[in-house]
């Protein structure tokens, strides 16, 4: 099991920039894919980006593709969410995940770990 702790979120200015981290420990071997996810209060937690291993491949919801960046830095075992352009609809709490498939799925149940997320709110 991989253990994975983010870090990075909190308030910001619509237009504004945030640099999310997910730091991962304990059984970081697997070439599995890692994933963000986003959930508001009543309702369903939401794919937002997915990253191979090595990062030659990345997947993003249309939402966010070409104002979010996924990478990750596997002699660190640590993932990364770059978000620029942000809106009020960014607003949620940001979840990373790890999955033990190398394929770039965007729903939850490819995921078998997850971390205890972080807040994002961007004021309008």
């Known amino acids: 099991q991989v253990q994975l702790v983010e870090s990075g979120g909190g308030l910001v200015q619509s237009g504004g920039s945030l640099r999310l981290s997910c730091a991962a420990s304990?059984?970081?071997?697997?070439?599995?894919?890692m994933g963000w996810f986003r959930q508001v209060p009543g309702k369903e937690r939401e794919f937002v980006a997915a990253?191979?291993?090595?990062?030659?491949?990345?997947r993003y919801a249309t939402s966010v593709k070409d104002r979010f960046t996924i990478s990750r830095d596997d002699a660190k075992n640590t993932g990364y969410l770059q978000m620029n352009s942000l809106t009020p609809e960014d607003t949620a709490v940001y979840y990373c995940?790890?999955?033990?498939?190398?394929?770039?799925?965007?729903?939850?149940?490819?995921?078998?770990?997850w971390g205890q997320g972080t807040q994002v709110t961007v004021s309008s």
């Open positions: 995940a790890a999955s033990a498939y190398i394929t770039l799925s965007r729903e939850r149940s490819a995921y078998n770990s």
């Open positions: 304990g059984r970081t071997c697997s070439n599995g894919a």
């Open positions: 990253i191979s291993r090595s990062g030659p491949l990345t």
